[in-house]
């Protein structure tokens, strides 16, 4: 039997918790289970676990094979080191990673502010642009009464010959 060692979803809809657990590769991901290594719980910050490192190394040697998602929680329980020195010759003591949890999103008003001071410089050439198109939209503005004028003429000219 391969056995493999993943999660297994437990919890409600939208409050997901994780039993790490080893199973046969071949069963579904909440088929019945051979061993249960331990609970795993995302939504907390940072999330938790406890991993019964002794078995999960065990089942490693074993020949178990980690999906991503657990060995990812295994190396931060700590078995994998000890399993890469285990299959070396080597003995060291399951020691869990202190995970630190993650920093609170923040507002991007400082990049903003950065921005407006990196545009600082942009914003006078653009003042000296502003300029020029203003002065070339002065004249057209004038052109557009003088063609209505034209207009009214040939309107006026039209009623008096009729």
Known sequence: MPAKIRLKKVGRKGQP????????????????VVADLGPY?????????????????KWLLDGAKPTRAARNILSNAGVLAAWDAATRGETVAI??????PDAP????????????DAETPASDEAEETDEA?????????????????????SDAEKSEAS
């Open 17 to 32: 918790s994780y039993r790490v657990v080893v199973l046969d590769g071949r069963k579904p991901r909440d088929a019945k």
């Open 41 to 57: 719980d995302p939504k907390t910050n940072p999330p938790t676990f406890e991993i019964d490192g002794e078995a999960a190394l």
């Open 95 to 100: 020691e869990a990673k202190e995970l630190k």
């Open 105 to 116: 999103k923040k507002q991007p008003a400082a990049p903003v502010a950065e921005a407006a």
């Open 133 to 153: 198109p203003v002065a070339e939209e002065a004249p057209a503005a004038e052109e557009a009464p003088a063609a209505e004028e034209d207009e009214d003429a």
